[in-house]
């Protein structure tokens, strides 16, 4: 069974930091790109940043560079999204999202149930 599990949202104040967690299991983790996506209330989800199976040459949306960093261990099953510097317009919830990367994971997706981040004074 594929699971996507995110943690680490909450409610921050401006300026402050998160990590978000996204723990998986049920598919081969290193055999797809990983990235996170938010969704704002009432709007599409978005992509943040991006991660390939290899780890190298992440991608970010504009407004995120420089304060959120992508990462993850291939050897854990995890992706993380450090989260800094955070602002009021960075509140949504935040998804995991694996999408497969081989010949053989090609056209496979999951998506996690996402974790809510509040930013707010």
């Known amino acids: 069974q594929v699971r996507l599990v995110e943690s680490g949202g909450g409610l921050v104040q401006p300026g402050g930091s998160l990590r978000l967690s996204c723990t998986t299991s049920?598919?081969?983790?290193?055999?797809?790109?990983i990235s996170w996506y938010r969704q704002f209330l009432g709007k599409e989800r978005d992509l943040v940043a991006s991660?390939?199976?290899?780890?190298?040459?992440?991608n970010y949306r504009d407004s995120v560079k420089g304060r959120f960093t992508i990462s993850r261990e291939n050897a854990e099953n995890t992706v993380y999204l450090q989260m800094n510097s955070l602002k009021p317009e960075d509140t949504a919830v935040y998804y995991c999202?694996?999408?497969?990367?081989?010949?053989?994971?090609?056209?496979?997706?999951?998506w996690g149930q996402g974790t809510q981040v509040t930013v707010s004074s």
């Open positions: 049920g598919f081969t983790f290193s055999s797809y790109a």
């Open positions: 991660s390939p199976p290899s780890g190298g040459s992440t």
């Open positions: 999202y694996a999408q497969g990367a081989t010949m053989l994971t090609r056209g496979l997706n999951y």
